[in-house]
């Protein structure tokens, strides 16, 4: 069922947009970052880092160095080699994969041009930086992996004990039999679509401060990271430090993205530092320093052919992807690929699939999780080539997707890279997004210039999505071999006065846990919004969790804190009744207050239950004085937000300018809890997944080394170079107890597509078939200009 | 060494510093005003925009030394130039638009802002756009801090502390 939204309700309750609570001490400066972080005799760490992408490691001559004032030690690889022998990959996506040693300093070779060769420990960042310029390391020079083909040719090979650059090659045949189903296809078309390289960029760099207890064995790390469990369970695996004697703590965490979805090297090193000196070790790193070695997203060449009917019935996909995976394998780095494995063929209907993708290993920083994550990859391939299906077919490309796609009644749905599609209403947010965007309107113009030659040239772009989050059932990851589960964990607590703490075990880094887990609390207890806490981000606090990605805080927390908050009701409850010496049964609940049926003045609220549970003077004989509720949601399925993004872009085919004109954005993310967050979520997305369509691409030279190094070179778009965004939802609740759906990815993975499809289409009538990403002006003029030279020739 | 005297905030502090010393660090590492942040090393991002006499400035972009004798404000002592006890109306504007997310650009971005309405007391979205051009998010796409600007700029000119309604009131 779809329904529109539903009107706001009561204030800080589920459906309703409080004020967010996170924001008072973020406008204020009053703020807990990791580098506002430094207790006194904190010590700095300044890594030396290779100027080549690929080389042997000579000597390393630090006696500079350590003679200069304020430096307290330099260390190399060698150094921790018995500490940590190497970075943790937690997905083998393959059973043969190659997995190759990832020491957190490198040592004997560097492999990409940023990887550490040496660690500086200062009184003073400003003197580990000056010692660290002295260090003087004998390079070796070796080629340069940085062609992802040229790479799989094995002439140089960066791993030489693995023997080969392919880290793995995964392979996924679906459905009927592909090669038959093509074979006997009317149409077949095949493209090859670029993914470049982006940087996730969050407006926070990385900065990390290990503090010490020397006596007792415990180090607290405080990172600005996505993930303070994971991170706390890896670095016990990988260093063999007790678990138990680590506290993580994520503070204040400037933006994440993904990027900070990772167990770092310097992460390692800082606590390895902090343990051999016994004192806080510090790091912040520098923009450069970010660009250079945060890991980079998405790098794929996406092969990949449709088959259809003469009708525009779609048949079968074949995908064949390349995978750049960088220098080294890190966290999730071989599984972003195969996660977009399940969505090529997205919300469409078709009985043949084969999937494969080979992951190659390059000189160049390592890829992992960006926004999205294999799922905008796959996103934009499949919408792009559905476009480029349309053409051939000379049919409308809406009209082709409604063709395809799964009605509405036709939920749940098992698609044809056996996923089940819990909930969907593709028809109800399509039509909605035609009707805010003028669809007959803009193709009647875009006609109309067409026929006059006008050098403004408009085009319009389609992007009807869905994607999988929430990540995710434990027991699918197991069959993907991925290292861990995907439950979240909660803990409500009634204090005696009546206010509530919220323990989530998911890690904020901007998306307003604290707001939204707030609200889902004040409904589900009838406790005012401003009377909750929600705590997080710190292993002491909170030691169960599996943190902040894939979209999952919600759909995974949110209901883990709905059934704790239930288990508080249920209990409450019991004492109600006992105080009230009435049947559990003849009790009604509402608005915070237990009432007996039928004797609306007889009741008692959760919060004077609170009291006497914490009196524990009277309270059922079979009970414990506890107002407390704990509990770990599995889902069982994924989730499937979806909708239809359309865009409008003006081509001026003289100077090969886009500029977008519309964009409407129609998201289904089932029932909202807030929507101004859902709204925030949505822009933020947007504004990333036109980035990679318009502005942002990482660029190496032919030896590897970064050219994209600063912000001067990486154009992350500023406030003038994006549009005013329209955006409205259908909602269609999902099939688990909140009824809702994730948010953070989906404007990140709908909005590429619809941009460059956008831009072809605007032209099309010139000959343009496709053009590569960052979509420049130039490359846009460059397109048209070979478009029509092929024309003449 | 050199010697300085800023007043931050409404203090005044006096400290020997490297000549080598940007504002940022020196306000950020010596003087502890932790809240204005450092995003990038190429005076890009705006994160750490502050005012140096009235006039914004990003103070990676000037030594201490420049600074001397001179007044900075931060985003610490933003509110307390707005009578009354509560927030700064662009302080207001930015919780009630949800012109933040993950709140690391924000302070930079909130004096930006001021210094744009200083400019410009009754800006365009398209004026907001480009007056910010020198402040990079990450987060929200820029839509909401438009508004957030536009909320404040009513709310400052009539001079009250609670901005309007700006999320339908305020066209875009």
Not at chain 1, 509 to 520: A, K, M, N, P
Not at chain 1, 605 to 613: D, N, P, R, Y
Not at chain 1, 735 to 753: M, W
Not at chain 2, 43 to 56: L, M, R
Request: glycine content about 10%.
């Amino acid at each position: 069922m779809t329904m529109a939204p539903e009107a706001p309700t009561t204030h800080g309750g589920i459906g309703s947009s409080p004020r967010r609570k996170e924001d008072a001490h973020l406008v204020t400066g009053q703020t807990a970052w990791t580098d506002n972080l430094a207790p006194v005799g904190t010590l700095h760490l300044a890594f030396v880092r290779s100027p080549m992408a690929h080389a042997r490691i000579g000597s390393i001559d630090a006696s500079a160095a350590e003679d200069m004032p304020n430096v307290l030690g330099v260390f190399t690889g060698d150094d921790f080699a018995d500490e940590c022998a190497t970075l943790p990959c937690a997905w083998p996506v393959t059973p043969d994969m190659v997995q190759p040693l990832h020491p957190p300093i490198a040592r004997h070779k560097v492999r990409f041009a940023g990887d550490p060769v040496a660690v500086v420990v200062a009184r003073d960042r400003a003197s580990a930086v000056d010692a660290a310029e002295t260090v003087v390391v004998d390079y070796d020079p070796l080629p340069a992996v940085v062609d992802l083909e040229r790479a799989l040719t094995d002439e140089v090979v960066l791993h030489e004990d693995e023997g080969t650059n392919k880290a793995f090659f995964f392979s996924m045949p679906t459905g009927a039999d592909v090669d038959e189903t093509f074979a006997k296809a009317d149409v077949v078309v095949k493209r090859r679509f670029l993914q470049q390289r982006l940087l996730p960029t969050p407006i926070e760099p990385r900065a990390v401060l290990c503090i010490p207890q020397a006596a007792a064995g415990d180090f607290t790390l405080y990172s600005s990271t996505q993930i303070p469990h994971v991170l706390r369970t890896m670095l016990s695996i990988v260093t063999g430090m007790p678990e138990h004697k680590l506290r993580v703590v994520a503070p204040d965490v400037g933006g994440g993205f993904g990027a900070k979805l990772q167990v770092t090297g310097e992460e390692v090193v800082a606590v390895l530092v902090a343990k051999r000196l016994g004192r806080p070790v510090k790091w912040t790193e520098t923009r450069s320093e970010t660009n250079l070695t945060m890991h980079h997203g998405r790098g794929q060449i996406q092969d990949i052919e449709i088959a259809a009917t003469r009708e525009g019935k779609l048949l079968g996909l074949k995908v064949d992807l390349l995978a750049d995976m960088g220098a080294y394998l890190m966290l999730v780095t071989p599984g972003v690929p195969i996660l977009g494995a399940f969505m090529f063929p997205a919300i469409y209907k078709m009985d043949a699939y084969r999937f494969q993708c080979t992951g190659v290993f390059t000189s160049k920083t390592p890829t992992d999780a960006y926004r999205g994550a294999g799922r905008p990859e796959a996103t934009f391939a499949i919408e792009r080539i559905m476009d480029e299906l349309a053409v051939e077919l000379d049919m409308d490309p809406l009209e082709l997707r409604r063709m395809n796609w799964i009605r509405h009644e036709e939920f749940p749905f098992e698609t044809v890279a056996g996923l089940t599609y819990d909930s969907g209403n593709y028809e109800a947010a399509t039509d909605r997004a035609v009707e805010l965007f003028d669809y007959d309107g803009l193709r009647r113009e875009q006609e109309e210039r067409r026929q006059r030659g006008d050098t403004v040239q408009l085009g319009i772009g389609i992007s009807t999505f869905t994607e999988m989050c929430g990540l995710a059932p434990s027991r699918v990851l197991g069959q993907l071999d991925y290292g861990a589960g995907g439950w979240e964990a909660a803990t409500v607590r009634m204090l005696p006065s009546g206010k509530v703490q919220v323990v989530t075990g998911s890690s904020p880094h901007g998306q307003g846990h604290e707001t939204t887990l707030s609200q889902i609390a004040s409904s589900a207890l009838g406790v005012p919004y401003e009377d909750i806490e929600v705590l997080h981000g710190d292993t002491q606090v909170a030691p169960m969790g599996m943190d902040t990605y894939g979209s999952r805080s919600l759909v995974v927390g949110g209901i883990a804190l709905q059934r704790a908050a239930t288990k508080v009701v249920d209990k409450a409850r019991r004492v109600a009744a006992h105080l009230l010496e009435a049947s559990e049964d003849d009790l009604e609940f509402e608005s915070g207050r237990f009432s007996v049926r039928g004797t609306p003045s007889s009741g008692t609220t959760i919060q004077e239950v609170a009291l006497a549970v914490f009196a524990a003077h009277d309270y059922p004989e079979d009970m414990e004085p506890d107002l407390t509720g704990h509990a770990v949601y599995d889902p069982t399925n994924f989730s499937y937000p979806h909708g239809t993004h359309l865009c409008a872009v003006e081509v001026d085919t003289e100077t090969g300018r886009p500029t977008i004109r519309t964009y409407v954005a129609v998201d289904d993310v089932g029932k909202v809890i807030n929507p101004q967050i859902v709204e925030g979520q949505v822009h933020g997305g947007l504004a990333q997944g036109i980035a990679q369509a318009l502005y942002e691409g990482v660029v190496y030279d032919d030896d590897g080394n970064l050219v994209t190094g600063t912000l001067v070179d990486y154009l992350v778009p500023a406030a003038p170079d994006l549009p005013e965004f329209t955006t409205d939802r259908t909602e269609t609740p999902a099939d688990n107890d909140l009824g809702v759906k994730g948010v953070g990815e989906a404007g990140t993975i709908a909005s590429t597509p619809a941009v460059v499809n956008a831009i072809v289409d605007a032209v099309r009538h010139l000959g343009v078939a496709d053009v590569e990403m960052p979509c420049t002006p130039e490359r846009v003029w460059r397109a048209i200009q070979d478009a029509q030279e092929g024309a003449q020739r | 060494m050199a010697r300085i005297t800023l007043t931050v905030d409404g203090t005044e502090y006096t400290d020997d510093v490297e000549p080598r010393t940007l504002l940022v660090h020196h306000l950020r590492e010596a003087l502890g005003l932790t809240g204005t942040n450092v995003g990038c090393d190429t005076s890009n991002c705006g994160a750490c925009t502050v005012h140096v006499d009235g006039q914004s400035v990003k103070s990676c972009t000037m030594l201490a030394v420049q600074a001397d004798g001179r007044e900075v404000l931060t985003i610490q002592g933003l509110a307390d130039t707005w009578e009354g006890d509560g927030l700064h109306p662009l302080q207001q504007a930015f919780n009630e638009c949800h012109a933040l997310q993950c709140g690391y650009c924000t302070p930079g971005m909130i004096m930006a802002s001021l210094d744009l309405l200083n400019e410009n007391p009754d800006p365009t979205a398209e004026e907001v756009r480009h007056g910010l051009e020198g402040n990079l998010c990450r987060c929200t796409g820029y839509q909401n801090i438009v508004a957030a600007v536009r909320s404040a700029a009513v709310a400052i000119r009539e001079g009250a502390g609670e901005p309007a309604p700006a999320r339908e009131g305020v066209p875009a």
